[in-house]
């Protein structure tokens, strides 16, 4: 179980410092590809089973310093840390329990009658999920969510969610990774909110306060390993994107269960929240701008040992668009994210088979021409699919009391769950783009917006506008409508 639950306490993207120092460690678990790796931190982590006799016990390394991920001991899990070579390779935390000796004598005598009470509970407890497995037979099948098996952890005690988020480091990795456990089974799920091809969206509630949990479906496991990645290994605490509280996995019904919680936005995507409300220009300003400051946040690379590398989104679109009580954006599903790094050129494309969402790919993806050992390349599929989101946001924008119905990308050119084929030969072959209608001319807003929209769906990926440029205009665009007012 412990080797499942917290193999992500190696996971770690190693950036190079001169001022760093690394070690060679002892590598355990199933996370470990190798018997050893390297990091600045070595790690030891054991959890004591409820019979205090065996205990689970994982090695491995971690890529920042001793004080960050080196806590959140509990009576029944407890973690240590060093830093030399090899330093974890015999360290063992919790003292092992010595067997009773037991005489030959009591072994003749207890052991016969032990075996036979054993068979007898054993054929009793046959018998009784015989009969447990008819009687399901005949209801309508329920997920059991449960959780019957909580972990008091001291370091969790009665704090809020706003108080353990607060008091981490400050990586934007969430809670500690031994408490994201603890988290993760003290939710109690509450309605489902959203269902799809990755699986199950549902509100739950921790300590009384609403979060969000996505459940994988056991065929998108790679999204969620991948998100789980990368919240726990890189700086992401920004207002635009969403915000990761734990991760888990865990088993129900002898099924297993991928969690990822996150925090919880009422009004849900955008692409839900454009269909049941418009909004004005200044709205649809608000939604633009802070939708790009969330994907420069993901594009640039933060330099420093509380840095991030750069990251291209790969399937952004209003589905994983979350809009939050401000009527600000955050942005969501990092399941096929890209990862970059300056240093050596490094580039993580993952292991998903998953690809994005074909109405909203770039005519690189689709004529297959995208050059995939270049990062700039998966940015720009990143901006070419802003630009469309754009676009679905300026359809529901009031102008002159006039206002569109919602409608997807491309709505009148494909069908409504559109092939390959059908967006390869929309977007590539005739080089179609979204209607744009001449009324968006007529507001200083909405015309900028047109311009930057067509500016992003260049047919060569060079051509495009990039991400951070995007946001100076609209900046700028925000600033001048703020002085008019002023002046008035």
Known sequence: MLQRDIWVLSLAIVTSAKDISYYNCTCQGVHCLEKTCVGRTCFVTEEKQSDSREIYRVRGCFNTNINENCHGNTKVTKVQCCTSEFCNENVT??????????????????????????????????????????RKKSLPTLIDFGHTDIVNASIVGDS???????????????????????????????????????????????????????????RDEQSWFRETEIYNTVLLRHENILGFIASDMTSRNSSTQLWLITHYHDN???????????????????????????????????FGTQGKPAIAHRDLKSRNILVKSNKQCCIADLGLAVIHTQNGDYLDIGS??????????????????ICTDSFESYKRTDVWAYGLVLWEICRRTIINGMVED?????YDMVPHDPSFEDMKKVVCVDQQRPNIPNTWSSDKILSTLMKIMKECWYQGPSARLTALRIKKTLNKLKNSLEQRKQDC
């Open 406 to 410: 919602y409608r997807p990308p491309f």
């Open 160 to 218: 809020t969610l706003g108080d353990l988020l607060d008091c981490t480091t400050g990586s934007g990795s969430g809670l500690p990774f031994l408490v994201q456990r603890t988290v993760a089974r003290q939710v109690t799920l509450m309605e489902c909110v959203g269902k799809g091809r990755y699986g199950e969206v549902w509100r739950g509630l921790w300590q009384g306060e609403d979060v969000a949990v996505k459940i994988f479906s056991s």
């Open 268 to 302: 849900g995507s955008l692409y839900d929240y454009l269909q049941r409300t418009t909004v004005d220009p200044e709205g649809c300003l608000q939604l633009a701008l802070s939708i790009i400051y969330g994907l420069v946040h993901l594009h640039v690379e933060i």
């Open 93 to 134: 935390i919790f003292k092992p329990v010595e067997e009773p000796q037991v005489t030959s004598l009591l072994l003749v005598t207890v052991l016969p009658i032990v075996l036979f009470v054993i068979f007898l509970m054993l054929f009793a407890f046959l018998f009784w999920k015989l009969k447990q497995n008819n």
């Open 352 to 369: 998903n088979p998953r690809v994005g969402t074909k109405r909203y790919m770039a005519p690189e993806v689709l004529d297959e021409t």
